[in-house]
């Protein structure tokens, strides 16, 4: 019998495969999602990229593995990224460090902004995003070691609000918290590199904010932070939170595999028209997807 985490992933991979098309920008189906038509690829070639590094791709994900190495092929795909000129870099970055084995990038995907690659101005957690995608690319770069990074990270400095009845974090940091995590543990393929204390003020961090997010059906955020809890070392189904987190979301995911919204709040209603379904609920259930996957297969030695 599948576990509930098999149960979440079976079915949030599921329905992103029976929705690629609008993963697919130039398909008619395609809606425009926030910051432009390729953001949605982007995020579906992460999980592809992330997928890809377990022991077998899961099936469901064969057809966007092929939908990825299509677009990756497509002068036109990276083009795409000049609509949305103030994450243009970005975009092209995150590019160029998924791209698939055995895959040229298409023309028009190349740097253009060489100081972008480097720190001037930017702070430390945007320095470890950069140094994340730039490093999985085979990019040169002026980001300093992670070693030097780690002591200024959101995991090291920010604190949770003293009154035990409001938020733990805000929304921006929350989210600086799990994004931090990812690229310093490499979405759980190596250790993030915090020491003992370090380490017990993250998790710490990360508990607080888990069970704000459960008692407020914030679904997205829930899953990042489980996944958050994983790449710190703990097996998130096994922690109070973490446990609570994964019932909180069986019970928002639709039958038909969807988890319709970032929240509560924010969910889409059954009768939203697909296009607009889609750009609500495709952030979180692929997020959810991941992070099933993840915390489901074996820890990297």
Sequence with gaps: MSSPLEQLSAGALGWLGRNLDHFHPFSPHARPVRHGRAKA?????????????????????????????????????PRLFDGVPAYADT??????????????????????????????????????????????AGMRH????????????????LRAAEDADA?????????????????????????PGLGGGALAHARDLVDRMLRHCVRHDRWDLAAELMLTQFVLGDDP???????AA????????????????????L??????PAGEFFAKAYHTTLVTALMALVVSSARPS
């Design 41 to 77: 690829t982007l995020e579906l070639a992460l999980l592809r990229h992330c997928a890809a590094r377990l022991a077998h791709l899961p099936q469901e994900l064969a057809e966007a593995d092929a939908l990825v190495r299509k677009l990756w092929q497509d002068p036109d795909f």
């Design 91 to 136: 975009y092209r970055l995150v590019y160029a460090a998924l791209t698939p084995d055995g895959v040229d990038r298409a023309p028009g995907g190349a740097w253009t902004d060489p100081g972008f690659l480097g720190p001037d101005g930017k702070s430390p957690y945007r320095r470890i995003e950069i140094r994340h995608y730039a490093d999985k």
């Design 142 to 157: 002026g980001i300093e070691p992670y070693a030097a990074l780690v002591p200024r990270c959101p995991l090291v400095t």
């Design 167 to 191: 938020e733990p974090l805000t929304t921006p940091e929350a989210y600086a918290l799990t994004h931090t995590a990812f690229y310093l543990g490499d979405f759980g393929r190596r250790s």
């Design 237 to 243: 189904p096994a922690t109070d939170s973490g446990a």
């Design 246 to 265: 994964l019932e909180c979301l069986l019970r928002a995911q639709r039958p038909d595999g969807a988890l319709p919204g970032r929240s509560a709040a």
């Design 267 to 272: 969910a889409a209603a059954p009768q939203d």
